[in-house]
C-alpha cells in the first residue's frame, strides 16, 4: 500500500490545525489528570527490529574468505543471537525478537532468521511518494512507520538492524520500572529514544551541543513505542499532505516533525548510555548497551575487531545448531 500525494498546497494549513487541535487534546489540563504507569505494567513487550531487501547489489569484504551481499541481513542475524542465545546479551525475561520484514524479503531470508529463533511479521509498503530520503538505502524506511499498526503488542523495544549489543537489555526495562521512569498510558501516547548524534562525536560524548545535532532530534535508530492505530492514522494524515516537513531522513523526518519536543506529544530522552552510534572502542569499554553501528564497515577501524567477532560468534552458533 502507497499513499496518494495528491493534495493541494493549501492542504498544509490543515497539519497546523491539526497539531492545534491534537495540542487541545494533549492540554495540559489532561496531562495533570492522567494517571501513569510504567513500563514494567505491560502486558506483552517485544524487542524489534525491521528488514528489507538491499538497494544497492554490492559484495562488501568481511575477510579473504568471505563477503556479504546484504550485511543488513547479516546484520538481523547478529541481533537476532545476541538476544536469543547469546549467553552476555541474551534475553533473560524470555522476550520475544520479532522481524518485522518489507514484503521486498525473500522467502529464503525469512526461512533463515525464523530457524535462527526470531519471529517474522511481514509488513506492506508504506511510504509518501513525494518524500525523497537523501540516502538511497532509506529507500523503504518509511516502512517503519507501520510500528504503529502493531497494536497485537504492548510496547516495543525497537533497534535498527546495524545494532550490537554488549550486553542484555532486559536492564533497560527494569531500569524504567525500578528508577520510576512514567510514561502515559495507553489511550495517550509513547515514544522515547536517544538524541542523535553527530558521526564526529568523542567518545562517552558529554558534550552538548557540539556532540550532537542537537538534543530536541531523535534518533529513530533506538525507540520504546506504544503502537496507536489513532497515532498510526495521524502519521499517515501528515505524511500525505506534500512539503508538510523535511523528509530528507525517511521515517526520522516524519517522527521528529511530529513528535517534536517544542510540540505537544514530545519524545520522551531515556538515559543516554544505554545507545551510541559511531562508537569509539573507549564508549565499548565504556559499558553503552547498544553499540548502532554498521558491524561490517564501521567509521572508527579500531572497533572492526569487536564487531567482526560477534559475526563469527553467530556463524558458528547457528552451523552448530543446524547440525
Not at 558534550?207 to 545535532?213: C, L
Not at 548502532?292 to 556463524?315: G, I, N, Q
Request: proline share 5%; net charge negative; glycine share 4%.
Amino acid at each position: 500500500m502507497r499513499l496518494i500525494s495528491s493534495f493541494p498546497c493549501i492542504a498544509g494549513i490543515l497539519i497546523v490545525i491539526g497539531l492545534w487541535l491534537w495540542g487541545l487534546f494533549f492540554s495540559s489540563e489532561n496531562t495533570e489528570q492522567a494517571a501513569v504507569t510504567r513500563a514494567g505494567d505491560y502486558k506483552r513487550i517485544i524487542y524489534a527490529t525491521y528488514l528489507s531487501q538491499p538497494v544497492e547489489c554490492q559484495n562488501y569484504t568481511v575477510s579473504d574468505f568471505y563477503s556479504s551481499a546484504d550485511p543488513y541481513f547479516d546484520a538481523t542475524r547478529i541481533l537476532t543471537y545476541q538476544i536469543l542465545h547469546a549467553p552476555e546479551t541474551r534475553t533473560r525475561l524470555n522476550i520475544e525478537f520479532v522481524v518485522f520484514v518489507h514484503e521486498n524479503v525473500d522467502q529464503d531470508k525469512r526461512s533463515i532468521l525464523t530457524s535462527d529463533g526470531a519471529q517474522i511479521v511481514e509488513t506492506a509498503d508504506f511510504r509518501a511518494e513525494w518524500i525523497r530520503p537523501k540516502d538511497q538505502r532509506w529507500a523503504d524506511a518509511q516502512t517503519k512507520i507501520r510500528l504503529w499498526q502493531m497494536t497485537q503488542y504492548d510496547l516495543i523495544v525497537f533497534l535498527d538492524a546495524d545494532s550490537v549489543l554488549t550486553r542484555s537489555i532486559d536492564y533497560f526495562l527494569d531500569d524504567l520500572k525500578t528508577n520510576g521512569m512514567e510514561i502515559p498510558l495507553p489511550e495517550r501516547y509513547i515514544l522515547a529514544g536517544v538524541p542523535q548524534l553527530r558521526p564526529n562525536h568523542s567518545s562517552n560524548p558529554l558534550r552538548v551541543p557540539e556532540d550532537y545535532w542537537d538534543k530536541e532530534t531523535l534518533n529513530t535508530g533506538f525507540m520504546i513505542l506504544q503502537p496507536s492505530l489513532e497515532l498510526f492514522r495521524y502519521l499517515e494524515a501528515v505524511m500525505i499532505v506534500e512539503n508538510s516537513f523535511d523528509g530528507s531522513i525517511a521515517d526520522q523526518s516524519v517522527l521528529n516533525f511530529v513528535f517534536s519536543p517544542l510540540g505537544p506529544i514530545p519524545w520522551i530522552n531515556v538515559n543516554d548510555s544505554w545507545n551510541i552510534q559511531w562508537p569509539w572502542s573507549a564508549d565499548i569499554k565504556a559499558g553503552y548497551a547498544v553499540l548502532h553501528e554498521k558491524w561490517w564497515a564501521p567509521m572508527h577501524w579500531e572497533t572492526r575487531d569487536y564487531f567482526l567477532s560477534w559475526y563469527w560468534r553467530m556463524v558458528g552458533y547457528q552451523d552448530t545448531r543446524i547440525r
